[in-house]
């Protein structure tokens, strides 16, 4: 699978943040068909690092009601990668 298809996008918020300074850990919304091997094979050529550890989990969406009917918002995949402590990733 192309790498660019197996990470979707680096995911940004308070907690990520934190792990990032702290852990060196990244999160990234992946493709929900790709394995470990397939996150950590992605994430070391497009940003050119050395991972160490990936960690994923899948979340379901959330139920939401629109007027008189009741929907699902959609599901992802998320993976926290951690790199090794030489290498960082500046998404900034």
């Not at 790709?34 to 160490?52: D, G, M, S």
């Not at 139920?63 to 995949?77: I, L, N, P, S």
Request: proline letters at 3%; charged letters at 35%; aromatic letters at 8%.
């Amino acid at each position: 699978m192309d790498p660019y298809l197996v990470v979707i996008k680096p995911l940004i918020t308070e907690k990520g943040t934190t792990q990032n300074e702290k852990l060196n850990q990244y999160a990234f919304q992946v493709h929900h068909d790709a394995n470990k091997q397939q996150i950590r094979e992605a994430v070391e050529k497009i940003y050119e690092v050395r991972v160490l550890k990936v960690r994923t989990l899948k979340r379901r969406g959330k139920v939401r009601r629109y007027r008189y009917t009741r929907g699902r918002t959609a599901g992802m995949k998320k993976a926290v990668v951690t790199l090794h402590p030489d290498d960082n990733i500046d998404l900034f």
